[in-house]
């Protein structure tokens, strides 16, 4: 089975008050450790989670992105988003923050 990756993104521009230590011990409460990327300009931070087991680690997920700490900056400025079969050029768009945008689901 291959490993795929799961990012948490957040715009930073639009969630001025995000602490990246509210996401991280979240994670880490689960057993989680991600890798962390930044944008050089500051304008987001991204979480990257890689498993064997997407459907998994998106179940285990969920409660944690609706945490009273968390859920107001997911739905500010959150985006979530996975590899697909293809890898990234197949990517799927699971959470984001604009409700416009349309979101697919699990590979």
Partial sequence: MLIKCLTIQILLELAPQFDRQ????????????PEI???EDGKWIAFNLFTEDLHALWTEL???LEQ???SP???????????GDG?????????HHDSTVALDELP
Avoid: Q
């Fill in 22 to 33: 509210t996401i991280l011990d979240a994670l880490h409460a689960i057993g989680r450790f």
């Fill in 37 to 39: 990327d930044e944008d």
């Fill in 62 to 64: 969920g409660p944690v």
């Fill in 68 to 70: 009273p700490a968390m």
């Fill in 73 to 83: 900056h997911m739905h500010a400025a959150g985006i979530v988003v996975c590899e």
């Fill in 87 to 95: 890898g990234w050029a197949d990517d799927r768009v699971l959470f």
